[in-house]
T-cell receptor, first 115, second 114 residues
Framework: GAVVSQHPSRVICKSGTSVKIECRSL??????MFWYRQFPKKSLMLMAT?????????EQGVEKDKFLINHASLTLSTLTVTSAHPEDSSFYIC???????????FGPGTRLTVT | AQSVTQLDSQVPVFEEAPVELRCNYS??????LFWYVQYPNQGLQLLLK??????LVKGINGFEAEFNKSQTSFHLRKPSVHISDTAEYFC????????????FGTGTKLQVIP
């Protein structure tokens, strides 16, 4: 099956710093990738949709200048949390779909803790 | 737009007993439906999906779900649960025909009791 990886799996950073999270499709080309945020005991909240070679589409209420998304290739999308604050602490999950599938393949998630 | 409701936030069940996790959806167009499982601190894994055809869908780990259009439901069932089934289960819906945004339910925590 299709595999999506995320790096790092866990990261702790200080308030005010920036953190980059990578999402890679390992064995397929992902035309579209998605970034989700999951709060404790809550469902997944879609943050943005990322298409290769174009600007990401952000959901209402998500600050595009704070959560920078780059989808530079068909196998890599990155999410950069800029000037992180403790309230940005969360579990971030990416997913990807290929060119002919309706199914999303999810990465294992990244636990971000901002101190 | 689509929405999905998982009425049960937690479902405790004894090991080897059957279980049903409920999911209802709302949509003005045809839909695709999914069930995902999430183990602690992990991403989501697809259990099964309904795109078209037979309304009874069989998935991995012995799970199955039945699409009921008249009741707008897609309940997940397993005849005999194991300790390893303890996890969070998410129902999800998207408009059919071409990829569109997926909407997730709030999740149901299945707690299997030894």
């Amino acid at each position: 099956g299709a595999v999506v990886s995320q790096h790092p799996s866990r990261v702790i950073c200080k308030s005010g710093t920036s953190v980059k999270i990578e999402c890679r499709s390992l064995d397929f080309q992902a035309t579209t990738m998605f970034w989700y945020r999951q709060f404790p005991k809550k469902s997944l909240m879609l943050m943005a949709t990322s298409n290769e070679g174009s600007k990401a589409t952000y959901e209402q209420g998500v600050e595009k200048d704070k959560f920078l998304i780059n989808h530079a290739s068909l196998t890599l999308s990155t999410l950069t949390v800029t000037s992180a604050h403790p309230e940005d602490s969360s579990f971030y999950i990416c997913s990807a779909i290929g060119t002919s599938s309706y199914e999303q393949y999810f990465g294992p998630g990244t636990r971000l803790t901002v101190t | 737009a689509q929405s999905v409701t998982q009425l049960d936030s937690q479902v405790p069940v004894f090991e080897e007993a059957p279980v049903e996790l409920r999911c209802n959806y709302s949509s003005s167009v045809s839909v695709y439906l999914f069930w995902y499982v999430q183990y602690p601190n992990q991403g989501l894994q697809l259990l099964l999906k309904y795109l078209s055809g037979s309304t009874l869908v069989k998935g991995i780990n012995g799970f199955e779900a039945e699409f009921n259009k008249s009741q707008t439901s897609f309940h997940l069932r397993k005849p005999s649960v194991h300790i390893s089934d303890t996890a969070e289960y998410f129902c999800a819906v998207t408009a059919a025909g071409g990829y569109q945004k997926v909407t997730f339910g709030t999740g149901t925590k299945l707690q299997v009791i030894p």
